[in-house]
Structure formats: structure tokens, C-alpha cells
């Protein structure tokens, strides 16, 4: 049985880990867009793929 997780329940330091990922997404896509732009590789449109997802999450609150 899966347990679904309250975002009020977390602990501390989760949370302290959530809110330095949401600070840190947007500089990290944003060199790795200038880097996909510069020199594109498929690992680089991938993980500026994975850190545009990733930053939509965060701003659309899917967790």
C-alpha cells in the first residue's frame, strides 16, 4: 500500500531541501541552456529537458 505524503508533514530538513532546489533550478537550466545552445550534445538537450521539467514542477506544485 502506498503511502501518499502531506507536504505539511515533512520533515525540517526536507523542506529545507525543497526550497534550496526551487532556488537553485532556474540558474542551473538557464547556464544549461546557454550550454545546449553553445555546444549541443544529446546529453545536454536532455538534461536541460529534465531541469525545465523539473521547474515546472516546482511552479505548477505537482510536488
Aim: hydrophobic share 55%; charged share 15%; with cysteine.
Amino acid at each position: 500500500m502506498k503511502k501518499k505524503f502531506n507536504q505539511y508533514t515533512f520533515q525540517s530538513w526536507m523542506k529545507t531541501i525543497k526550497g534550496i532546489c526551487k532556488q537553485l533550478i532556474i540558474p542551473f537550466a538557464i547556464f544549461q541552456g546557454i550550454r545546449t545552445i553553445l555546444i549541443p550534445t544529446t546529453f545536454d538537450v536532455l538534461l536541460l529537458a529534465i531541469f525545465i521539467l523539473i521547474a515546472l514542477a516546482f511552479y505548477f506544485e505537482w510536488f
